[in-house]
């Protein structure tokens, strides 16, 4: 059964505070995501890798950075964490592009808090 | 990137079906459109996609209108674990294709 799996559920932070959030598959696919989802606005696509140490902005990048040095592991670091990134988190990734399919696994999520 | 709209809500009985609708009027020939759900306190998860014809799986099937600037995805027989959130979104695989854009999605709610 094919796997994507987040280091937390829950995260409680304070502002100021550096915050990693690890994503870890084991598909050994090439791409992988982070979103913010928040109510109202659905999922928004924060940072993307498609391949070891290469990334991409997505729409909303400002505030956060990414690091992918494996290819199954790809966090996203809050470098000063603070209160309007209180939100959900979520980790995808997919395989080449295999024509116009390429589906997206999801993680289950982190939801973050940041005081 | 082509907007896509759908309804914030909508309420089915168990076993019967049901349609969801999703508005693409600015969709370019090259889209397609996909459909992914999210359970509640999980992330999303594929359901289906199309371009022209209308598609079945084992989880629904998609209706696409002759003009592409609408379609619907039916689920035929409603159950308790198809209350989720329901995502339509457009993807130009020559464009874009490691992006999809997600908007509020549909909140289905189905009684038992």
């Known amino acids: 059964d094919v796997k994507v799996t987040q280091s937390s559920r829950y995260l409680v932070k304070r502002t100021g505070e550096k915050v990693f959030l690890e994503c870890v598959q084991d598909?050994?696919?090439?791409?992988m995501f982070w979103y913010r989802q928040d109510p109202g606005l659905g999922l928004r696509l924060i940072y993307f890798?498609?391949?070891?140490?290469?990334?991409e902005k997505g729409d909303i990048p400002e505030g956060y950075s990414v690091s992918r040095e494996k290819k199954e592991r790809f966090s996203l670091i809050l470098e000063s964490a603070s209160t309007n990134q209180t939100s959900m988190y979520l980790c995808?990734?997919?395989?080449?592009?295999?024509?116009?399919?390429?589906?997206?696994?999801f993680g289950p999520g982190t939801r973050l808090t940041v005081l | 990137d082509a907007k896509t709209t759908q309804p914030n809500s909508m309420e089915s009985n168990e076993e019967e079906p049901v349609h969801l609708p999703c508005n693409h009027s600015?969709?370019?020939?090259?889209?397609?459109i996909h459909w992914y759900r999210q359970l509640p306190s999980q992330g999303p998860e594929y359901v289906i996609h199309?371009?022209?014809s209308n598609v079945n799986n084992r989880m629904a099937s998609l209706a696409i209108a002759e003009d592409r600037k609408s379609s619907t995805l039916i689920l035929h027989r409603a159950t308790l674990r198809d209350a989720a959130v329901y995502y339509c979104?457009?993807?130009?695989?020559?464009?874009?294709?490691?992006?999809?854009?997600f908007g509020s999605g549909t909140k289905l709610n189905v009684k038992p």
């Open positions: 995808a990734s997919s395989g080449p592009p295999a024509g116009p399919y390429n589906e997206q696994f």
């Open positions: 598909m050994d696919h090439e791409n």
């Open positions: 890798s498609y391949d070891v140490k290469m990334k």
């Open positions: 600015t969709i370019s020939g090259t889209d397609y």
């Open positions: 199309g371009l022209t």
């Open positions: 979104i457009l993807r130009d695989p020559l464009v874009n294709f490691n992006k999809f854009y």
